[in-house]
């Protein structure tokens, strides 16, 4: 079981990324999808997620209206569209799975109920 992201990068301030998340090892189905970013020198916060069942999203206040959250089940990976990005958004985006509606609605944006970890990717917002 393996999710890979892709899509970072330096990009000046007010730019836009779209980042992926690949799964191979297993399906979406069932499964929630996290978004999550740590900068250095701080923790792990999460930024959205989505359950592949019915499109349940939820998003850190931080990124409400700039970020946006979508899932292709049929390629099995899911997107993070990041608009209007801010220094503040520099870190390390990873992706993370968790099983179970219960699971995801409990959790959600919280990293702790997650079990599996991409490697992450570097997003750098600077001019």
């Known amino acids: 079981l393996q999710l890979v992201e892709s899509g970072g990068g330096l990009v000046q301030p007010g730019g836009s990324l779209r980042l992926s998340c690949a799964a191979s090892?297993?399906?979406?189905?069932?499964?929630?999808i996290g978004w999550f970013r740590q900068a250095p020198g701080k923790e792990r916060e999460g930024v959205s997620c989505?359950?592949?069942?019915?499109?349940?999203?939820y998003y850190a206040d931080s990124v409400k209206g700039r970020f946006t959250i979508s899932s292709d089940n049929a390629k099995n990976t899911v997107y993070l569209q990041m608009n209007s990005l801010k220094p503040e958004d520099t870190a390390v985006y990873y992706c993370?799975?968790?099983?179970?509606?219960?699971?995801?609605?409990?959790?959600?944006?919280?990293?702790?109920?997650?079990?599996?970890w991409g490697q992450g990717t570097q997003v750098t917002v600077s001019s």
């Open positions: 090892g297993f399906t979406f189905d069932g499964y929630g």
């Open positions: 993370a799975a968790i099983r179970g509606m219960l699971l995801f609605r409990l959790w959600n944006l919280s990293p702790n109920g997650y079990n599996y």
């Open positions: 989505i359950h592949s069942s019915n499109s349940r999203t």
